[in-house]
């Protein structure tokens, strides 16, 4: 069965520490992946999508098909990067939804 | 419009009632997307459209559970006779095609139902 998983509910760095929020995923199929982040009192929006291969507010994250895993990492957290994050895969195909994992809230303090 | 609109953006509603959620997609996007956020939970899949037709319910929790798109835009998703479980934030988003293959779905506000 598809799924994602995001094994911290919470993960708490201070202001300038490397963070990596993890993301492993179950998909026979060819995966496409991405991430969602969630400000406070804001809507759920994309940051960054595997095939684009691209830095978005210092964040990047590789596919590794081998490890099924797809971690979102940034070397220098700052106070505004602080937001629920969501992992999520497209199932393509006629299906087409986002499986989303549970979540995880990142704190990042001053 | 500017984004995907929801409303009501919050609903308090007895236990037994009926409640209908309105989506208005991003003009132009054809497909459309109702998910549920709970408490821990995460969000939950519910439905799916293309256009008016809806090629994947899986979602849906129970029968009492329906939604239903007219024209290609407007969404209502309705929960009958409404239990204490059903209390979360209901998303609706939209993408101009399908997700996946680049095309990026975007988020509503959300609908937050409170069932008491």
């Known amino acids: 069965a598809q799924r994602v998983t995001q094994p911290e509910k919470l993960l708490s760095v201070f202001k300038g520490a490397p963070v990596e929020l993890k993301c492993n995923y179950s998909?026979?199929?060819?995966?496409?992946l991405f991430w969602y982040v969630q400000y406070s009192r804001q809507r759920l929006q994309l940051l960054l999508r595997?095939?684009s291969r691209e830095s978005i507010k210092g964040f990047t994250a590789d596919l590794n098909k081998g490890e099924t895993s797809f971690h979102l990492k940034k070397p220098f957290a700052q106070e505004e990067d602080s937001a629920m994050y969501y992992c999520a895969l497209s199932l393509g195909g006629s299906q087409g939804n986002l499986i989303f994992g549970k979540g995880t809230k990142l704190s990042v303090k001053p | 419009g500017a984004g995907v609109s929801q409303s009501p953006s919050n609903k308090v509603t007895e236990k037994g009632k009926d409640v209908e959620l309105r989506c208005d997609p991003i003009s132009g996007h054809t497909a459309l997307y109702w998910y549920r956020q709970s408490l821990g939970q995460g969000l939950e899949f519910l439905i799916y459209f293309q256009g008016n037709s809806a090629p994947d319910k899986s979602g849906l929790p129970s029968d009492r559970f329906s939604a239903e798109r007219t024209g290609g835009s407007v969404s209502t998703l309705t929960i009958q006779r409404t239990q204490q479980e059903d209390s979360a934030v209901y998303l609706c988003?939209?993408?101009?095609?399908?997700?996946?293959?680049?095309?990026?779905?975007?988020f509503g506000e959300g609908s937050w139902l409170t069932v008491v």
């Open positions: 988003a939209s993408s101009l095609m399908r997700s996946g293959y680049g095309n990026t779905i975007y």
């Open positions: 998909y026979s199929g060819s995966p496409e």
């Open positions: 595997h095939i």
